[in-house]
């Protein structure tokens, strides 16, 4: 069995070779030190790409396999992925900075992405629609054809896993672009899913920038929908290129999540449940709980927690067993999220804790950033509307549930909340009035291949995951089976 190793080439239309790109160069943002040198992609890998994916996705070979002979090649992806788990792990940690344990996660994740969609595939059902003359008819979905697949730094393999394992499913081919700082697990996979024997021009892996690559997917002829996780920015200027063709968009952009503590919340899991929320992938996640809003009643007393928890918290290597918050994935970031912190001072901010680089030298290679809380902001300050996208969460009291409400809703976003309460009561009704497209109850950042997830406002359109995601990849063709035998009385 070929072990995927350290990708030094891109994944280009079935063949493994350099890209026509720049140099590019994959940092282990613990230590400073390159693990990987590889060539970007270029507009031409792109064409290239394209072209031989709309060849194969066309192919009888491909195109004519039946529903269950296609899962059978996911289900066997999904166990090359749990096969070189260990491996997929530690290569994402080298070049996220992510602690092993979360990495494990996420390659578990991405494992079992691949199987619950071989599942959906091999029962899922076409219906008849209802009779409503002398014919029958039916609506069948079939593969858009080329999708672009354009995925973040901060979750590698989960994300690739949950746009391609559905769009290859219904039949496409995919352009996967990965983030140019965090492509190495993204090529692994690759080799992966060819060695499952998915026909290799199916998935081309093209790293490289997002304004060269990117941008090259979404706009070329044979790309005919695009699914993106990133920048609200970014996304903004994707959407405008897919209305453009008329191309179907599904996007997850960012978030600034609130984070609910009620008077009668069990404070043990509301302390511990915030800081999971907010700190967990060093706060490198669109769905962190950056926003932590607390009762006036209770504001002194579970602040005082929370920092004794955040301090608490062990900072290091991904690779250390005993690291919580690893380093940021880049330098060129933590150096944003630290002048990000430095403007909230400037607000009035007042650091409750974290705020700056550690000042261990055992870390001092690293991008690393203290776990920051701050307070003292009024919720339109722009660190409370902006994304940090780092370890740096907001306190802020509420007087009662309307004025929360009011608050919560008051931003852009609206991608995931969190509610800490021992009333049912309560929690439906807050989660109802809250506009974010997943709400956790006296939990955080627990998800489900199974359970769709959307946002709403500036966090994207559309909808990720759930068994009707292959559908979201298919376009659907009606038929109607003329079952009178006399002609049409128009013609007579």
Not at 331 to 337: C, G, I, N, Q, S
Not at 348 to 367: F, K, S, Y
Request: aromatic share 6%; hydrophobic share 40%; net charge neutral.
């Amino acid at each position: 069995m070929t072990s995927p190793g350290v990708p030094d080439e891109i994944h280009v239309a079935g063949r493994w070779r350099p890209g026509r790109g720049n140099p590019l160069e994959c940092v282990d943002p613990a230590t400073g030190e390159v693990i990987a040198k590889i060539t970007a992609a270029a507009p031409e890998d792109v064409d290239e790409a394209a072209r031989a994916g709309a060849a194969a996705a066309a192919d009888p070979a491909w195109r004519d396999l039946l529903p269950h002979e296609r899962a059978r090649l996911l289900t066997r992806v999904g166990d090359l992925i749990e096969q070189h788990a260990g491996e997929l792990a530690l290569l994402q940690t080298r070049n996220t900075g992510k602690a092993l344990a979360e990495t494990r996660a996420l390659v578990g994740s991405a494992a079992g992405t691949f199987r619950f969609y071989a599942a959906a595939l091999e029962t899922t059902e076409t219906p008849l629609t209802p009779q409503r003359g002398p014919y029958l008819t039916m609506s069948v979905p079939e593969p858009i054809g080329v999708v672009g697949a354009i995925t973040p730094w901060n979750s590698p393999i989960a994300s690739d896993a949950q746009k391609v394992a559905p769009a290859l499913a219904a039949g496409n081919a995919v352009l996967l672009k990965p983030a140019e700082a965090t492509p190495l697990v993204s090529l692994a996979l690759a080799r992966l899913v060819v060695e499952a024997g998915v026909p290799p021009a199916l998935l081309s892996v093209l790293p490289g920038k997002g304004s060269v690559v990117g941008d090259a997917i979404v706009r070329h002829p044979a790309v005919g929908k695009v699914s993106f996780t990133g920048g609200t920015d970014t996304g903004r200027a994707i959407g405008q290129l897919a209305a453009a063709k008329f191309m179907p968009l599904t996007s997850e952009l960012g978030g600034k999540s609130p984070t609910i503590v009620f008077d009668d919340a069990d404070l043990d899991q509301a302390v511990a449940g915030v800081l999971y929320g907010i700190f967990s992938s060093t706060g490198q996640s669109c769905i962190a709980g950056s926003r932590i809003f607390v009762p006036e009643r209770i504001y002194a007393v579970f602040v005082e927690r929370l920092v004794a928890g955040a301090r608490r918290l062990r900072v290091g290597p991904g690779t250390d067993p005993a690291s919580q918050v690893g380093p940021l994935a880049t330098f060129a970031h933590r150096d944003r999220v630290a002048a990000l912190v430095d403007r909230a001072r400037e607000e009035g901010a007042n650091v409750l804790c974290g705020g700056g680089i550690p000042d261990d030298p055992e870390l001092a290679r690293g991008a690393y950033y203290l776990p920051t809380l701050l307070d003292g902001l009024p919720n339109d300050a722009r660190t409370c509307q902006e994304e940090i996208f780092g370890p740096v969460g907001v306190v802020l009291p509420f007087r009662d549930e309307d004025d929360l409400i009011a608050r919560a809703n008051d931003t852009i976003f609206g991608l995931a909340c969190g509610i800490w309460t021992r009333d049912y009561r309560r929690a439906w009704r807050v989660a109802r009035r809250i506009d974010a497209g997943t709400v956790w109850i006296n939990t955080y950042k627990q998800f489900s291949i199974a359970t769709p997830f959307s946002g709403m406002k500036a966090s994207g359109v559309g909808t990720d995951k759930g068994r009707d995601a292959i559908l979201r990849y298919t376009r659907q063709k009606s038929l109607y089976w003329g079952l009178d035998e006399a002609p049409l009385p128009w013609a007579t």
